[in-house]
């Protein structure tokens, strides 16, 4: 009797594999819901740029954390270098722009444009770690270490406990700070809370994930709830599912269609984005109705 | 009746109240100079905002009035001289332009007035307390935005968007309210009644209000005090309508015009300082 070998489904080798996917895709989950909820800050105060430029500082912090430690014989931490730079990075960019007869754009620019060049070279002279870089700026890792997860799960926690916590004074300085300042609230204090949230959510998951689908959570997740216009607490629970189900979705979809992590992540992110203004326009006739 | 023309609890306030005179000073400017950089624009000021007190501040544009207002507000430094509450229990509070609240904001007016219960740490209590959610309803009746309450704020009318904001700034329970240019980009008759509202505001609610506009028309109908600077000039002159609007200074800037046409003697008699 000849015996016939069928190669297991894709569906199969993931259940089987599934102790190897679930910390990968739990992070993916966790990163995509805290930077989605973040989203709604960085996109109503058109910080879009700012997230862009931090995320690319972030791969430049990898990068550096690699070269010091082939290069020099120094550890650093490739987390730790993500996190201090990108957090810098905030803090440099919260700087007024007009004391330096700059606009805020430009700022940006110089920011963005300088991180994401300074990652190339130093990339370039750590050829050893080259899979590593190119995995932190776009997002092809497959796997995250049980070292990364702690961390973004840990910081994620903490970020969404402040956030909700102190919702309504970071609401209220974020989209009216001048009535804020007057009516006595911590103005500052507030800003740079939400300013260094965003800088080190950006940093730990730009290190376990990498640059591109953090910067997709941090930006598509809010403009895809803001899509369906609805109130403000709202619009940041939306954001916040939908960057899970882009993280979390976008590893799924890789996985069975051999496409890389990051890319499929940004994608479906995007996509959520189209989906959210057709459901916007299925909706229309109906709130014309009602 | 057009949609968002009906009568509020301070239009009706206002027209039945008799007029009182000013009360306690809530806001003092004691030798107040502004500028930037340690640079002055206009010579010392001395100004004593009262309660029921209506104050429109005046001048053309790049006058100091904006810089005045900011440093009123707190936002920059005055150059030297300074700005003192009556008594400590007095509060502030602004309210923006209505262009000045992002149009992708989706605020409801309801929400936008909630934050007029925010005031220094009290943001810490992540949820409003009983108490705070009565007065925001009671301020949404009295300024006439029960109707509008539910609606996003990006959706209402330059009309309706101001009393969603005087909703907020009676929510405060502010003894001092700022507004800058509340009228901008309104038609004549939401502009009115938005006026109307403010006067209700200082004469018959108690509050100081204190107006920066470029419209002397509504100076001249509503302010007790007009306060009009020059920066180019570095003067400023400060008074009722007829005193500043037939003063060299404001004449050498606007013409006769509107000296001709200035109501006759104070509006309540009172003395700016």
């Known amino acids: ?290 | 009746m057009a949609h968002g023309d009906h009568e509020t609890a301070l239009d009706s306030a206002h027209r039945i109240a008799p007029p009182q005179e000013p009360g306690e000073p809530l806001l003092k400017c004691e030798q107040l100079v502004i500028g930037y950089g340690g640079k002055d624009i206009l010579p010392p000021m001395d100004l004593v905002v009262r309660r029921r007190q209506f104050v429109a501040v005046v001048g053309r544009n790049g006058s100091g009035k904006s810089t005045w207002f900011k440093t009123l507000l707190g936002l920059i430094p005055p150059v030297s001289g300074q700005i003192t509450l009556g008594a400590p229990h007095i509060r502030s509070a602004y309210v923006p332009q209505t262009s000045s609240i992002d149009s992708l904001l989706p605020v409801h007016a309801r929400e936008l007035t909630g934050w007029g219960r925010l005031s220094g740490w009290n943001f810490l209590r992540p949820f409003p307390s009983r108490a705070d959610r009565q007065k925001v309803e009671a301020a949404l009746d009295t300024a006439g935005a029960r109707a509008i309450a539910k609606r996003p704020f990006h959706d209402l009318s330059g009309g309706e968007k101001q009393r969603a904001l005087l909703a907020r700034v009676i929510a405060t329970e502010a003894d001092v309210v700022l507004l800058d240019e509340p009228t901008a980009a309104m038609d004549a008759v939401a502009e009115k009644q938005t006026m109307l509202r403010l006067c209700a505001l200082a004469h018959d609610r108690g509050l100081g209000v204190v107006v920066v506009s470029h419209d002397m028309s509504v100076a001249a109908e509503h302010a007790d005090v007009i306060l009009f600077v020059d920066r180019e000039h570095r003067c400023y002159v400060m008074g009722d309508a007829r005193t500043v609007f037939c003063h060299p200074a404001f004449r050498r800037q606007y013409g006769d015009d509107y000296c001709n046409s200035a109501p006759q003697g104070p509006h309540r008699g009172n003395s700016p300082a």
Request: glycine share 10%.
């Open chain 1, 1 to 290: 009797m000849e015996t016939v070998l069928l190669e297991p489904s894709k569906w199969e080798q993931f259940r089987s594999a599934w102790e190897l996917f679930q910390d990968p895709i739990l992070c993916a989950l966790i990163a995509g819901c805290v930077l989605g909820f973040l989203s709604v800050y960085v996109v109503l105060r058109r910080m879009v740029f700012v997230s862009a430029a931090v995320t690319n500082t972030a791969g430049l912090g990898v990068a550096l954390a690699f070269f010091a430690e082939i290069h020099l014989g120094v550890h650093v931490d490739p987390l730790v270098g993500a996190v201090v730079l990108s957090v810098a990075a905030t803090l440099l960019l919260m700087v007024e722009p007009a004391r330096l007869r700059l606009s805020r754009e430009s700022l940006l620019g110089c920011a963005f444009a300088f991180a994401g060049g300074a990652a190339i070279l130093v990339g370039d002279r750590i050829a050893q770690e080259a899979h590593d870089i190119q995995g932190i700026l776009f997002g092809t890792a497959v796997l995250v270490t049980p070292d990364q997860l702690h961390a973004v799960a840990v910081v994620g926690a903490v970020l969404m406990v402040l956030h909700l916590w102190w919702y309504r004074g970071i609401t209220f300085v974020s989209f009216d700070r001048i009535g804020a300042t007057v009516q006595g609230l911590p103005v500052r204090m507030l800003d740079t809370v939400l300013m260094v949230s965003i800088g080190i959510m950006v940093g730990v998951c730009a290190r376990a994930l990498g640059a591109l689908p953090v910067f997709a959570f941090s930006t598509l997740s809010a403009i895809a709830a803001l899509v369906l216009d609805l109130r403000l607490p709202w619009t940041f629970f939306t954001a916040t599912v939908l960057g899970g189900i882009a993280g979390a979705g976008g590893y799924f979809f890789a996985y069975f269609y051999d496409f890389p992590v990051g890319g499929s992540q940004t994608v479906l992110s995007g996509v959520l984005v189209l989906l959210m203004m057709l459901v916007r326009l299925a909706r229309t006739p109906f709130q014309r109705k009602a």
